[in-house]
């Protein structure tokens, strides 16, 4: 766009760019979702708490990686816990979201997440099965 674009040139540009490029993505930074006097609804509560177990089991893969006495028990803890971990991030925020738009990128988001841990952990242990690593315990590392 011109820079000596005049002010109405410059509305029209902006309001052509939602309309089509963002697809609405973002109207919910404008929309209020019913909160009164500075408390929180229902919704806001439910996924407030998804999301603190969501972090809780980011923090059990994480204990149970640095924890657990070999590769496999390590890739096992750490893939479950952090795939579920993601979805229920995934789903809190979900729930914050007020376009159904947001809630599928964030499916979208939690697929690939579950395909690229699956993959690695799958490539970590088949590394690991043919020698190429240590499958030692965690007396055996000190």
Request: charged share 20%.
């Amino acid at each position: 766009m011109d820079e000596r674009a005049g002010p109405t040139q410059r509305g029209a540009a902006l309001c052509h760019a939602r309309r089509h490029h963002f697809a609405g993505l973002f109207r919910h930074a404008t929309r209020r979702r019913g909160r009164r006097r500075g408390r929180l609804n229902i919704v806001e509560w439910i996924a407030a708490g998804v999301l603190t177990l969501g972090a809780v089991f980011y923090l059990a893969g994480t204990v149970g990686l640095l924890r657990f006495p070999d590769v496999y028990s390590r890739l096992h803890a750490l893939t479950k816990a952090d795939n579920l971990g993601l979805l229920l991030v995934c789903v809190g925020l979900g729930l914050l979201a007020a376009d159904w738009q947001v809630g599928a990128l964030l499916g979208t988001i939690w697929l690939l997440g579950l395909l690229a841990a699956t993959v690695s952990a799958h490539l970590i242990a088949r590394h690991a099965r043919h020698g190429h690593g240590q499958a030692t315990t965690n007396s055996e590392e000190s």
